[in-house]
Nanobody, 116 residues
């Protein structure tokens, strides 16, 4: 089992920045990749950014150049630095972990609201 605890969401004006954190605990040695998803009201959950245990990253096209995902393996923590935020980035952001047993784990979600 893996437990994920997110922090760092909040309210920010357009053009501002936020950094989300996600701390993993439990069987962290089984984690292959960690990522951030988001879900806006009335929309499907979408992948925002993902990072493998080797540091390979991938991003949603609309956040490339604005968001950066990073991982501190010693702390079992993944971060999402979000810059140049727009109202379209408003959503609940979820941390995820995918393990070697092909299991997915999710955090509780953290609200990000960008005002215009």
């Amino acid at each position: 089992q893996v437990q994920l605890v997110e922090s760092g969401g909040g309210l920010v004006q357009a053009g501002g920045s936020l950094r989300l954190s996600c701390a993993a605990s439990g069987r962290t040695s089984s984690i292959i990749s960690m990522g951030w998803y988001r879900q806006a009201p009335g929309k499907q959950r979408e992948l925002v950014a993902i990072i493998s245990s080797g540091g390979i990253t991938n991003y949603l096209a609309s956040v490339k150049g604005r968001f950066a995902i990073s991982r501190d393996n010693a702390k079992n923590t993944v971060y999402l630095q979000m810059n140049s935020l727009t109202p379209e980035d408003t959503a609940v952001y979820y941390c995820s972990a995918y393990t070697s047993s092909s299991s997915w784990y999710w955090g509780q979600g953290t609200q990000v609201t960008v005002s215009s």
